[in-house]
């Protein structure tokens, strides 16, 4: 990168995920604390459920998870959907999740919220893979 000495400065974190046979790249500046009131810190996680649990079981597991707002305040927003790709590169993921916090903090505060490990109880024996990738959002 001797070519792009401010491109390298600015560099926080450089991600690569191998998923479904494809590759996705992912860059993010880790945002200054000026910049932290713009930008979001997003939590990504994705779901393979287990071919045995049933619909019903699976969306237990959605529906406890959407609770996790309720219960959280440090949750700065929350979205989820299931996977409808026509590319077919989903690994078996079905289910993407994106909880975003205002700061690290606040995401340290969540993964060992009461609350959250509740939900992981709720989750593991339905979940086949996991995968989290967390980054600054940026435009």
């Known amino acids: 990168m001797n070519c792009c000495p401010m491109l390298r400065r600015s560099l926080g974190f450089l991600a690569l995920l191998i998923v479904g046979g494809g590759v996705w790249v992912m860059v993010s500046e880790r945002p200054s604390a000026a910049d932290q009131d713009e930008k979001m810190l997003r939590h990504v996680v994705m779901f393979q459920f287990k071919k045995e649990s049933s619909k019903e079981e699976v969306q237990q597991v959605v529906d406890a998870f959407r609770r996790l707002p309720e219960k959280i305040p440090q949750i700065a927003d929350f979205e989820y959907g299931t996977d409808n790709s026509p590319e077919g590169l989903a690994d078996g993921f079905t289910h993407c999740f994106l909880v975003s916090f205002k700061s690290e903090k606040d995401r340290d505060v969540y993964l060992p919220h ?3 490990q ?16 967390d980054y600054w959002a940026a435009q």
């Open 114 to 116: 009461q609350a959250h």
């Open 118 to 133: 509740d939900f992981v109880k709720v989750l593991k024996p339905h979940l086949e893979k996991v995968l989290v990738v």
